[in-house]
Nanobody
Framework: VQLQAFGGGLVQAGVSLRLSCATSGRSVSILNMGWFRQAPGKEREFVAGLSWSGRSTYYADSVKARFTISRDNTKNTVYLQMNSLQPEDTAVYYC?????????????????WGQGTQVTVSS
């Protein structure tokens, strides 16, 4: 499974950005998918997760009500819609894939990782 994340950039606080994670090698409809981020000097943290069935989504408290994870099975792509971005959202964002049954909120349960895309939010 190969993952390629893109869509990051430099934006001002308050605007929206959508990240995409193009997946190949296996359908996203049979994988748990997640987004993580790592800010400079900080550990990687969970941001959002989507169960393989598509019925369950999970969010970190810090992004709940601002970020939305979704997928398009026809494009085999997972998205992270980020609204009302704040400077504290600045980080490298990674998409990841895990087999069904994995805890989508736990990074070490993911098997496949993308290369990351930088999101920088200026105040």
């Amino acid at each position: 499974v190969q993952l390629q994340a893109f869509g990051g950039g430099l934006v001002q606080a308050g605007v929206s950005l959508r990240l995409s994670c193009a997946t190949s090698g296996r359908s996203v409809s049979i994988l748990n998918m997640g987004w993580f981020r790592q800010a400079p000097g900080k550990e990687r943290e969970f941001v959002a997760g989507l169960s393989w069935s598509g019925r369950s989504t999970y969010y970190a408290d810090s992004v709940k009500a601002r970020f939305t994870i979704s997928r398009d099975n026809t494009k085999n792509t997972v998205y992270l819609q980020m609204n009302s971005l704040q400077p504290e959202d600045t980080a490298v964002y990674y998409c990841a894939a895990a087999n069904p049954g994995a805890d989508v909120t736990v990074g070490n349960q993911y098997t496949y990782w993308g290369q990351g895309t930088q999101v920088t939010v200026s105040s």
